[in-house]
């Protein structure tokens, strides 16, 4: 069996999927080219891949009965993956998921904190030996607690960051989801995206990357959020319409944002970068050892698991 994993994973990955077969580390940490995506599909039988690995259905019109028959693909987001395509061709698909949820919620209650109470712009101010020191005025922000919640999407991480949100700081929680949710907490279940934004004080977007959910929050949903609302993104870049979400920041319409991703990641428009009620991490969501390595071991599971002709623990 040839594994080929497209990007460098912990020791602890790798170790543990040498022990199944032959296998193949990419070093690069850029995409796979279009001429590795086609490597991948005749030189391998199961790859690993991950974001930004564009799997497309031109991909797979290329090889009509590929070697590789399973793409292992570490992460809870596969979009990147156009999945009809791949099981029309015989290749099974698989993610991680469960093992991204708290670390990515975390984040997102970081983020939540940093756009609210300023502390990006504030850390900036520090660095450039601009402070005038502490009077009672500077900075103002928004105190997030007794606030209100909306979340967009109330799936794992969804209802991860409402928990903390909820019991951590006394946070009303209301969502928009395609179904009605049973959840631990309290919530009120909004009858649209934009009456949900319009209601709250904090917006977190947490539904999945795809076609479906492209440009889900756009000017309409900025138009709807109150003056001093912020927007959270830690889902999928493009669920955002970044041109919007700009337009919206230059004029001051909402209170501000916090993103972990980005349209067209790792380009990050100039317009944005220059603003200074915008929070920008570089996709940290996931970015702790033991859960990369976490979600290395999910990976592997599946790989074993379809090399012994079992179900996948996490088919998709």
Request: charged letters at 20%.
């Amino acid at each position: 069996m040839k594994l080929w994993i497209t990007r460098p994973l912990p020791d602890k990955v790798i170790d543990a999927a040498r022990v199944l077969g032959d296998v193949e580390v990419r070093q690069e940490t850029l995409p796979l080219t279009a001429n590795e995506l086609r490597r991948a599909l005749t030189e391998f039988d199961v790859v690993l891949p991950t974001l930004g690995d564009l799997f497309s259905a031109e991909v797979f019109d290329d090889f009509p009965n590929p070697r590789c028959k399973l793409l292992a693909n570490f992460g809870v987001g596969y979009n990147h993956i156009d999945v009809a395509a791949a099981k029309a061709r015989g290749v099974d698909v698989s993610n991680t998921p469960g093992a991204v949820t708290d670390a990515t919620a975390d984040i997102g209650m970081m983020l939540i904190l940093m756009s609210a109470r300023r502390a990006a712009e504030g850390e900036r101010l520090v660095r450039t030996g601009a402070w005038p020191g502490w009077h009672p005025t500077q900075m103002l922000g928004l105190h997030v607690t007794d606030k209100r919640l909306g979340i967009v999407g109330m799936g794992r991480i969804g209802q991860a960051i409402a928990r903390r949100c909820h019991f951590g700081f006394g946070m009303d929680v209301s969502y928009f989801s395609r179904s009605e949710k049973t959840l631990d907490f309290p919530a009120t279940r909004m009858a649209s995206l934009t009456a949900l934004a319009g209601a709250v004080d904090v917006l977190v977007v947490a539904v999945p990357g795809g076609t479906d959910t492209r440009h889900l929050i756009g000017a309409e949903v900025f138009e709807a959020m109150q003056d001093h609302a912020h927007l959270v993104n830690i889902a999928r870049g493009d669920v955002v319409d970044e041109a919007a979400l700009i337009t919206a920041l230059e004029a001051r319409s909402i209170g501000g944002a916090g993103l972990d991703v980005y349209e067209h990641e790792p380009a990050v428009p100039e317009a944005l970068r220059a603003l200074d009620n915008v929070t920008l991490l570089p996709h940290l969501g996931t970015a702790a050892l033991e859960v990369r390595e976490a979600m290395g071991m999910m990976a592997v599971e599946n790989v074993a698991a379809f090399l012994d002709g079992k179900p996948l623990p996490n088919a998709v």
